[in-house]
């Protein structure tokens, strides 16, 4: 009869230390995310222009590789830049890297753009529950009043157009009249409902001198997760599988005291 009982007690033991076991791995692994597009991290391809050849002066023509361009949108050298153009120096105040989006030679207006899919958080989107920040660094040379802006895009399924969100330009104002970069954002915006489809473009406009000097660095697009959290957090997730481990224990314990 004793020997009846420990068998059921042990059986209940091995139970519920394998149910604290799957319930800890089932919550915590709930808390990932299985979006194929992620969330919280740059969803730009190329977003600094070091993908690729650049060109190594101002005459040249590179266009930056991921993106769709017009007329000499070129990805640059920092290294070509003089004292009173974007230099290496440049670079380091932001971290550019070695390269950056410039409007090109003999160009009133260039552009450049790429398109990104968010068609499999349609769900989520459509649930009013995605946000977007878009930012980057924008300048441009010296005194003029070149100047570049970029833009987000969001269109449906069919293509139209649901809403537009954009970042600069800087002005020569801005720069206080210094070739620099100046970091711009849009801070945390709703994606529309129905979007599927992000388009970025960067638009550089000349205004002065024959050169467009529409600058642009280190842009960003990153999608965010603004739905209440749907798990535990962990300590809690950590408090159940305790309990149930202690319940387990109790019931193992109580096999040594029984006559």
């Not at 042990?10 to 299985?34: D, E, H, K, Q």
């Not at 070149?146 to 269109?155: E, I, K, R």
């Not at 638009?203 to 749907?230: F, K, V």
Request: charged share 10%; proline share 4%; net charge negative.
């Amino acid at each position: 009869m004793n020997v009846l009982k420990d068998e059921s007690l042990g059986s209940v033991t091995r139970r519920l230390t394998r149910v604290a076991a799957v319930v800890i791995f089932l919550l915590t692994a709930g808390s990932v995310s299985s979006f194929a597009t992620p969330l919280g991290v740059n969803l730009i391809v190329n977003p600094g222009a070091e993908l690729g050849a650049s060109a190594a002066n101002y005459v040249s023509v590179v266009a930056p590789l991921g993106w769709t361009t017009t007329s000499n949108f070129s990805a640059v050298q920092y290294a070509a830049g003089g004292v009173n153009d974007l230099n290496t120096i440049s670079s380091s105040l932001i971290g550019g890297g070695n390269n950056f989006f410039a409007g090109g030679p003999d160009t009133g207006v260039s552009t450049a753009s790429q398109n990104i899919s968010i068609a499999d958080l349609a769900s989520t989107v459509d649930s009013g529950m995605i946000a977007f920040v878009l930012s980057g660094y924008l300048g441009g040379f010296d005194t003029q009043p070149d100047n570049l802006s970029v833009g987000a895009t969001f269109l449906n399924a069919a293509n139209a157009v649901l809403s537009s969100s954009k970042i600069g330009p800087v002005s020569n104002a801005d720069r206080q009249g210094n070739s620099r970069l100046l970091l711009v954002t849009t801070g945390a915006t709703l994606v529309p409902v129905g979007a599927r489809v992000v388009q970025i473009s960067m638009t550089a406009t000349r205004l002065e001198g024959t050169y467009n000097d529409g600058y642009a660095d280190n842009l960003s697009l990153q999608l965010q997760d603004i739905a209440p959290a749907a798990v535990p957090e962990p300590a809690s997730v950590a408090l159940l599988g305790l309990g149930l481990l202690g319940m387990a224990g109790g019931f193992a314990g109580r096999r040594y005291l029984k006559p």
